[in-house]
Each structure stands twice: as structure tokens, then as C-alpha cells.
């Protein structure tokens, strides 16, 4: 039987709460990226990477790209969530960003995750509040994706978790046993 596992890499439950999900949908376990060492993985036939986009950085990136070739012979599945809906050019232009070549050939999904300036650090309500009044003073043909929909918010919590985002997965995984 094929063992897997999910190593999340979440701030504020968002991630998380994907990476419960996809384990308990697949039969895999989930373990919080900041407590595993690559030693922990190396009995795992698949590995799948659940984070999210924080100013347009995917937080498990450090880690995957420290370590992708100490992992590469084994299925591995990446998804990340952001405040933003999909958009092609975006996700494109993150997953350049933020990843080695190699690693641009592994299966990639996106979903949306949750957003709550109430629950927020400090430094990031304080960020969020000076972007979107720097949003709110340019072009709306200039605005990106995850701006506009920081703007929508009008500093109200949206969640937007759907576990539609993780049924690709699920899939194919199904497909791997
Ligand atoms: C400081 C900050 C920066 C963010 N930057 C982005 C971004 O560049 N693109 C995006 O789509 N979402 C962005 N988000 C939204 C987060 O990805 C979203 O809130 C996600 O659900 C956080 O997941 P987590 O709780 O698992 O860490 C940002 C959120 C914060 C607080």
C-alpha cells in the first residue's frame, strides 16, 4: 500500500486544515513542516506540500528546495492556497518565483484559503492596511488578482476553504495505488 504524507506549513489554519483533509481523503498522515526533518520522510512512497502564498513567497519553499533532491525519487505533490482566485498568469509568475526548474514538473494545485485582519500578527494587519490603501490609489488595470480580492474583503474575514480545491489531488493520488 502506498504511504503518504502531508507536511503543511500554516500560519492561520488555513493550510492545515487542507492538509487534514487531503490525509484523512487519502489515507495519509499530516505533520507540520517546521517539526520535520528530511529523516522523517525518507520511508514515504509520496510526499504532498500544502502552504500558502505570503506576498507572493509559498512558505514551504525554503524546505523543497533545500531538500528536493534528497526527495526527488519519490511522488511528490505540491498545492498551495492564497487569498487570490486562480488566475493562470499569477500562478504561473508564483511557481517560477518561488521554485527551482526541476521542481516546475511536479504536479501544482491551487485553491483559496481564508482571510481575517482581526486574527492576523501585528506586522501583518499592519502590512495588509498599508496595501490596500496603495491599492486603493491605483489603476484598476494594474490591480493584481489577490489585491483586488484583499479590496473586496473591505477588511471583513472571507473564508473561501472549499475541499473542491483538494479533489484534483485526491484523484490523483486514487490513481497512484
Ligand atoms: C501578510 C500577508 C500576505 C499575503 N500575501 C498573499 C499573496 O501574495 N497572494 C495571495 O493570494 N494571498 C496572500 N495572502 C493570503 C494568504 O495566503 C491566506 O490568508 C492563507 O489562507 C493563509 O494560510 P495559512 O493560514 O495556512 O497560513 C497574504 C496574507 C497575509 C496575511
Known sequence: MTKGIVLYKS?????????DKIASNCGFESKDIKQTKISDIKDYDVIV????????????????NKNYDKIKDKTIILFFI??????????????????????LSLPIFYGRGKWDLDKMSFIHRTLCKMLMKM??????????????????????????TDEKYIQPIIEYVSKLK
Not at 500560519?11 to 492538509?19: D, F, I, N, Q, T
Not at 482566485?85 to 526541476?102: A, C, G, L, M, W
Open 11 to 19: 500560519k492561520y489554519g488555513a493550510s492545515k486544515w487542507y492538509a
Open 49 to 64: 506540500f500544502c502552504g500558502s502564498v505570503y506576498a507572493s513567497g509559498i512558505s514551504y519553499r525554503k524546505f523543497l
Open 82 to 103: 492564497g487569498a487570490s482566485p486562480y488566475d493562470e498568469k499569477t500562478f504561473q509568475k508564483v511557481i517560477h518565483d518561488n521554485f527551482r526548474s526541476e521542481i
Open 135 to 160: 491599492v486603493a490609489k491605483k489603476d484598476s488595470d494594474t490591480i493584481e488578482p489577490w489585491e483586488q480580492a484583499l479590496m473586496e474583503t473591505q477588511g471583513k474575514s472571507c473564508d473561501w
